[in-house]
């Protein structure tokens, strides 16, 4: 049974850092593209940061490009999100999924594992 499990969420005021944490079972990471999403309140989803697990190569949406980091730890099947210089527009729920990973991108109809998410509020 494969299962995503997000961590590290809670509220901030705006400037802040936090780091997300997700632990995933039940799925080798190679050969797999692993990401972070978001969704606020009122809005869809949408794809924030993946990784590719082979190589490490990254991607990100403009919106967090140079304050959001995102990185992994193949021998512990985990994958980091760094948030710094947080805004309240990164208020949202997060979550990590992964699939298989031919092309590198964030787009959610691709992803095909989900965690159940962890809120983040950031506060001005």
């Known amino acids: 049974q494969v299962q995503l499990v997000e961590s590290g969420g809670g509220s901030v005021q705006a400037g802040g850092s936090l780091t997300l944490s997700c632990r995933v079972s039940?799925?080798?990471?190679?050969?797999?593209?692993m990401a972070w999403f978001r969704q606020g309140r009122g809005k869809e989803r949408e794809g924030v940061a993946a990784?590719?697990?082979?190589?490490?190569?990254?991607v990100y949406a403009d919106s967090v490009k140079g304050r959001f980091t995102i990185s992994q730890d193949n021998a512990n099947n985990t994958v980091y999100l760094q948030m710094d210089s947080l805004k309240p527009e990164d208020t949202a729920m997060y979550y990590c999924?992964?699939?298989?990973?031919?092309?590198?991108?964030?787009?959610?109809?691709?992803?095909?594992?989900w965690g159940q998410g962890t809120q983040i509020t950031v506060s001005s």
């Open positions: 999924a992964a699939r298989t990973c031919y092309i590198l991108n964030i787009r959610t109809s691709e992803y095909n594992y």
């Open positions: 039940g799925l080798t990471f190679r050969g797999k593209c």
């Open positions: 990784i590719m697990s082979n190589g490490g190569n990254t």
